[in-house]
């Protein structure tokens, strides 16, 4: 099976700027705002809605997020700060998940430590 996969994925190659320039799309952090607002104390059904109505007010006038000022932030949860703008990242995102299996480069590289002694 990893003969198989090692052709399938050998010659891949990745465009790198157009990877980047979709993944630092804000609205794909969304989620990371659910946990910074779950973290501050919201139950996750509250955290959903306010992402989920935030996200459509800012889609509908056509501002990021980040563009929002903390009066506007306040408008949606009390519980949202300045500091949340720091997620809206890529690198935020993978640095701030910790949990095994997740996209963490520590827990990643620990991983592929641990799988290249296995396989030898």
């Known amino acids: 099976m990893l003969a198989i996969m090692a052709q399938v994925f050998g010659g891949v190659t990745l465009n790198r700027d157009f990877l980047k320039a979709r993944v630092n799309a804000e609205y794909f952090f969304s989620v990371d705002v659910l946990d910074y607002l779950v973290k501050k104390g919201a139950t996750y059904r509250e955290a959903h809605d306010t992402v989920g109505i935030m996200v459509r007010e800012c889609l509908d006038k056509g501002v990021s997020l ?23 990242n890529a690198e935020a995102s993978v640095r701030g998940k910790r949990s095994l299996g997740s996209t963490n480069p520590t827990l990643v590289k620990a991983e592929i430590r641990k799988w290249k002694k296995r396989l030898k």
């Open 66 to 88: 980040k563009s929002l000022s903390a009066k506007e932030l306040k408008k949606f949860s009390p519980l949202l700060g300045e500091d949340v703008k720091k997620l809206l």
